[in-house]
């Protein structure tokens, strides 16, 4: 007896119109790939009037043919399932974020076959990203009242310091001094503002160890190679790539280091900041070590916040920067110990993306 063939399980009274109120994209494919039936939804949002006969490939991108759509089916051969979220790329229309659910099914009888089911959630995604402006825009309210008084406090000095250098012309170079200083305060911290505002997106690329230790050993050069060493770098040569923007990384880096040093200058400490990276098959795991007075435990929730500092004339946006950066690049800032050694480590995932879209796993 000739099996029974996939697509005659769509003949059944009623379930053709059934489908096409779904609203979501449903279609029955072969295990190659070859669309069997689709319903309505599916040829709206593939802007097809009928896609009985074409493949699914062809709405993958290029790349996405050659890894992701062959590890789909490898996970189907395997498991007989799989969800995830992958592009595709309607002919006559624009991309697209669908949410997928392959099920790969073997009816006795009959032949196997594949039951696909998307939906676009661009607008979803879309959602996400207002959402987490909108938590920047409510982080940055929270700090106008910070702002104001970091601003106003050095405009009240220059402003007395102006009137006195108005009333005792001949203390004009200890006055002018003292405006420069301040002058210069207002600059860094409008800087620093700047910097934390206009963030620039990242650009991921896959990146070895060598491009985010190159710069920060010429910027602390001095600290590096003195004759009492204020800092050690310790990392393996070989280091698995990873995928990350290195200019970025090496801000938040510098700006954890910078803490460090300053904390065990402060100190007077003789021993050294400790800068180390390790990396497995997961991540890869940069550290700061330092023997500074490390931090008390009722401030472990603030010093991240923006303009928290412990330290007499700093504007204490420097970790702020550094943990806005590293949730920017998928990764996290942590404090692993807080007293001798106080340690501060920054996390990222080898790659952001998931495996399936970026290995051959057959």
């Not at 007896?1 to 009274?13: G, L, N, S, V, Y």
């Not at 789909?72 to 974020?97: D, N, Q, S, T, W």
């Not at 995604?125 to 982080?139: I, Q, T, V």
């Not at 702002?147 to 200890?174: C, D, T, W, Y």
Request: some cysteine.
């Amino acid at each position: 007896m000739e099996p029974q063939r996939a697509k005659d399980f769509w003949t059944i009274p009623h379930l053709v119109n059934i489908l096409d109120l779904v609203k979501a994209g449903v279609m029955l494919l072969t295990l190659e790939g070859e669309i069997l039936y689709a319903n309505r939804q599916a040829g709206d949002l593939l802007y097809e009037e009928k896609l009985e006969g074409k493949n699914l490939q062809q709405f993958f991108e290029e790349q996405d043919r050659r890894l992701f759509w062959r590890n789909i089916m490898a996970f189907l051969k395997k498991e007989g399932v799989y969800e995830g979220e992958g592009f595709l790329v309607p002919r006559g229309g624009e991309g697209f974020v669908a949410q997928m659910h392959f099920l790969r099914y073997e009816p006795q009888g009959a032949e196997p076959f594949v039951v696909f089911t998307f939906q676009n959630v661009a607008h979803l995604k879309e959602l996400e990203r207002s959402l987490k402006e909108a938590r920047h825009l409510a982080f940055l309210g929270r700090m106008l009242a910070d702002i104001s008084h970091h601003i106003r406090n050095p405009i009240l000095v220059v402003g007395g310091l102006a009137r006195r250098l108005k009333e005792h012309p001949e203390r004009a170079r200890e006055y002018a001094s003292a405006l420069v200083y301040q002058c210069e305060r207002l600059e860094h911290l409008l800087q620093a503002l700047e910097r934390f505002v206009f963030l620039p997106t990242p650009r991921f690329r896959p990146v070895e160890i060598k491009e985010v230790m190159e710069p920060l050993e010429a910027r602390y050069r001095l600290e590096i190679t003195g004759e009492r060493p204020e800092l050690v770098m310790d990392y393996p040569v070989f280091l698995p790539a990873f995928y990350t923007d290195p200019e970025l990384l090496v801000e938040a880096l510098g700006e954890i280091i910078q803490n460090a040093l300053e904390a065990h200058q402060a100190a007077g400490q003789t021993q050294p900041v400790l800068f180390r990276v390790r990396g497995d098959e997961k991540q890869i795991s940069f550290s700061v070590e330092d023997q500074g007075e490390g931090l008390k435990v009722d401030t472990l929730s603030f010093i991240f916040n923006p303009f928290f500092t412990t330290k007499p004339g700093h504007f204490g946006m420097g970790l702020t920067l550094a943990s806005r950066i590293a949730e920017e690049l998928s990764g996290q800032i942590q404090v692993v110990n807080t007293y001798q050694p106080t340690i501060f480590e920054l996390l990222l995932p080898l790659d952001r993306r998931r495996p399936e879209r970026r290995l051959l796993l057959l």
